[in-house]
């Protein structure tokens, strides 16, 4: 008997169509990975959907990704959180695992924090 385990599930919530397809082509092999590029398309997704981690973009189209972060941290049991923001912001958001500033980190990092946080799901 084969007991196949559940697959981990990360939402990217970016805009920027370079970025995603950088962290697609990090990430895809580790988890299924879905994309939202917009607030309200990330939230759609999360009402029906459930995710062991989110990697979240704080600047997008339809307003701040803060909003979102907000909604994350009020559910009874919140998936994990990257923020990955291309400016700068302290390293300590409550209820968010790491910060990550575009430009100013290595992939292999990103790779090692998402397969750390998966891990210990």
Known sequence: ???????????????DDSTQLLI???????AE???????EKASEL??????DLVILDFTLPDGSGQSLLK???SRI???EI???SGHELTKNIPGVNRVLTKGRYQMKDLIQYVSDILAGK
């Open 82 to 84: 990257i923020v990955l």
């Open 71 to 73: 909604d994350l941290r």
């Open 33 to 39: 990975l879905v994309q939202a590029t917009s607030i």
């Open 24 to 30: 697609r082509g990090a990430l895809g092999d580790h």
């Open 46 to 51: 999360l009402k029906t959907q459930e995710f």
């Open 1 to 15: 008997m084969v007991i196949k385990m559940k697959q981990k599930r990360i939402l990217h919530v970016e805009d």
């Open 77 to 79: 049991e919140p998936p």
